[in-house]
Nanobody, 118 residues
Framework: QVQLVESGGGLVQPGGSLRLSCANS????????MGWYRQAPGKQRELVAT???????DYADSVKGRFTISRNSAKNTVYLQMSSLKPEDTAVYYC????WGYGPGGSWGQGTQVTVSS
């Protein structure tokens, strides 16, 4: 059973930065798309960023220019570097790996809470 474990969240002031990590129990070198979603209180879960096996990335308009997704196959980890954080970025962030059944319609990890507040 593949496990995705998100970490790196916390409390940060507006304008600050955080780096989220998604550690995988299986090699990610052959997996296709992976991504990050988030769910704010009272809102639906939304797609934040995706990265393909070849390194192509895509971002929600709300985070373009502020967030960067990356993957390290040697560490079986996907990252989300978040900068210039805003209060509206406050949410629980989840990693997705559709090929392993993690993501919309499938399972979710425990997520990691990001709170942006002064």
């Amino acid at each position: 059973q593949v496990q995705l474990v998100e970490s790196g969240g916390g409390l940060v002031q507006p304008g600050g930065s955080l780096r989220l990590s998604c550690a995988n129990s299986r090699s990610i070198s052959s997996i296709g798309v992976m991504g990050w979603y988030r769910q704010a209180p009272g809102k639906q879960r939304e797609l934040v960023a995706t990265i393909t096996r070849g390194g192509s990335t895509d971002y929600a308009d709300s985070v373009k220019g502020r967030f960067t997704i990356s993957r390290n196959s040697a560490k079986n980890t996907v990252y989300l570097q978040m900068s210039s954080l805003k209060p509206e970025d406050t949410a629980v962030y989840y990693c997705s790996a559709p090929a392993w059944g993690y993501g919309p319609g499938g399972s979710w990890g425990q997520g990691t809470q990001v709170t942006v507040s002064s």
